[in-house]
């Protein structure tokens, strides 16, 4: 301690102005309190579609609308992907966008040290609890955005698409709605999922790295599930009122089925594509006409009347 200020005696303030010890120390202790105050009122900092959104578990990216976004599609990335790679597909970036959708992409991690990025889909204890981190993720999204998570559509392609179905099945009222691509659950399935839950899963009819069937990987350690197995699975969690579908028709090359009489809040459909393992140019406009809409969608046979 300097002389000056064992004593009490006046030292130069932040001005050049001498200020008595007493003085001093309140005025460091009032400038203190001013930065932890506005520290706690800043904004978070600012990320986007280019920089990452950091979270104590994890990371993401940000595209956001023109204007007051109207909703927001959380869309986990596929094995070996990253955030950096949803948000360059700029097709689904104009197509969110362009309804007001804000686009939401969360960062899997590598199973192991040296390996691609991957989604914890069979849960994994050893592993990152994604459950939870995807869910930090839209609550931190939806503060940014001044979304409710009851605006947000959980989505995801391939091993994404993995991910989006153990939510739906363990944790279904995390998401208002669910859309998975090209993924399907790991065998065995569980016994059940709870419900109901609105969930619209597309797949490729030619698909080869998931098939409709699914089939072995990494030398038979892991088995993809049976999709249709994993569909009649949501029905009883739905507690829709059969196996035969509601309805059935086609869109164009789409094949489109749909299980609507199901407990309040429960809706199943199932839409085929001609192509392989990829997002169908029409899945945008696809899914979030059906996300809108409820259930008793807009996505109904030709025949039926229709307001969308």
């Known amino acids: 301690?300097?002389?000056?200020?064992?004593?009490?005696?006046?030292s130069p303030g932040p001005?050049?102005?001498?200020?008595?010890?007493?003085?001093?120390?309140?005025?460091?202790?009032?400038?203190?309190?001013?930065?932890?105050?506005?520290?706690?009122?800043?904004?978070?900092?600012?990320?986007?579609?280019?920089?990452?959104c950091t979270l104590p578990m994890g990371s993401y990216r940000l595209a956001a609308p023109p204007g007051p976004p109207r909703g927001a599609v959380v869309f986990l990335h596929g094995y070996g992907g990253a955030p950096?790679?949803?948000m360059a597909n700029g097709a689904l970036r104009a197509a969110l966008a362009a309804r007001g959708y804000a686009l939401v992409a969360p960062a899997a991690l590598p199973a192991a040290p040296g390996r691609?990025?991957?989604?914890?889909?069979?849960g994994d204890p050893r592993r990152r609890d994604d459950a939870a981190f995807i869910l930090s993720v839209a609550e931190d999204a939806g503060r940014r955005l001044g979304l409710a998570r009851g605006r947000m559509l959980l989505a995801g392609f391939s091993g994404g698409g993995m991910m989006v179905w153990r939510l739906a099945c363990r944790s279904g009222d995390a998401f208002p709605a669910y859309a998975p691509v090209a993924g399907v659950p790991w065998r065995p399935l569980p016994a059940d999922c709870l419900g109901p839950v609105r969930l619209l899963h597309m797949?490729?009819?030619?698909?080869?790295?998931?098939?409709?069937?699914?089939?072995?990987?990494?030398?038979?350690a892991l088995v993809q599930g049976d999709l249709f197995a994993a569909l009649a699975l949501m029905r009883r969690a739905a507690g829709c009122a059969g196996?035969?579908?509601?309805?059935?028709?086609?869109?164009?090359?789409?094949?489109?089925?749909?299980?609507?009489?199901?407990?309040?809040?429960?809706?199943?459909?199932?839409?085929?594509?001609?192509?392989?393992?990829?997002?169908?140019?029409?899945?945008?406009?696809l899914v979030l006409d059906w996300f809108e809409a409820g259930s008793g969608s807009c996505l109904r046979p030709a025949t039926a009347a229709s307001t969308c």
């Open 1 to 10: 301690m300097d002389s000056a200020a064992a004593s009490g005696a006046s």
């Open 15 to 52: 001005e050049g102005v001498a200020m008595p010890g007493s003085a001093r120390r309140y005025a460091a202790c009032l400038g203190l309190a001013i930065a932890l105050a506005l520290a706690a009122a800043a904004p978070a900092r600012a990320c986007g579609a280019e920089t990452d």
């Open 84 to 86: 950096a790679g949803v």
């Open 116 to 122: 691609p990025a991957a989604w914890n889909s069979t």
């Open 203 to 220: 797949h490729g009819w030619t698909d080869r790295v998931v098939p409709l069937e699914g089939r072995a990987v990494a030398g038979g």
């Open 243 to 285: 196996d035969a579908p509601d309805a059935a028709w086609l869109r164009g090359a789409l094949m489109l089925r749909r299980w609507d009489s199901c407990r309040p809040g429960g809706e199943i459909m199932l839409v085929l594509h001609p192509g392989g393992h990829l997002v169908p140019p029409e899945w945008p406009a």
